[in-house]
């Protein structure tokens, strides 16, 4: 029992300390940004910030919650029809891969307003708990010259 509670002791601490490491590695991208670091601690508003700091119009926000959303009202339109349990499972299943998507959309996009090329964009996405703090700590220098866009890979 001791051993238990011991490792889940190490577990809590090693995780407490790597998310602690994540919200400074964001403070100062957001503030390599020319945004506010405090932002990453707002929940909704950290993802409009992201968005800015993105170039993305605000509406993109919205992005992140559409596919948890419609996933949720169908849960609970379907929840008393066990004959769609399947269609629900697909349906949710598609709009999660959405979300990935649009996550790796946004790792590119966020390595090239840092000024980075498509490699590190690579690295971003694949491993992100690396180049997250290169980016953050690094040379990397955010660009302001581009006005927000709606593209997906401008």
Do not use: H
């Amino acid at each position: 029992m001791e051993i238990l509670a011991f490792s889940m002791l190490i577990f809590l601490l090693f995780f407490s300390i790597l998310g602690i490491f994540y919200i400074i590695c964001y403070w100062k991208i957001f503030t390599k940004a020319g945004m506010p670091g405090w932002a990453i601690f707002v929940p909704i508003y950290n993802l409009y910030i992201y968005t800015k700091i993105l170039k993305r119009p605000s509406w993109w926000l919205l992005l992140y919650f559409v596919p948890n959303l419609i996933s949720l009202v169908l849960s609970t339109v379907f929840n008393s029809m066990p004959d769609m349990i399947f269609l629900l499972l697909t349906v949710s299943i598609i709009l999660y891969i959405a979300i990935i998507v649009l996550g790796i959309i946004d790792m590119v996009k966020l390595a090239k307003v840092f000024g980075q090329d498509g490699g590190f964009a690579v690295g971003l996405i694949f491993l992100g708990f690396i180049f997250i703090p290169i980016l953050a700590f690094g040379s990397a220098e955010y660009e302001k010259s581009n006005t927000s866009s709606g593209e997906l890979l401008d």
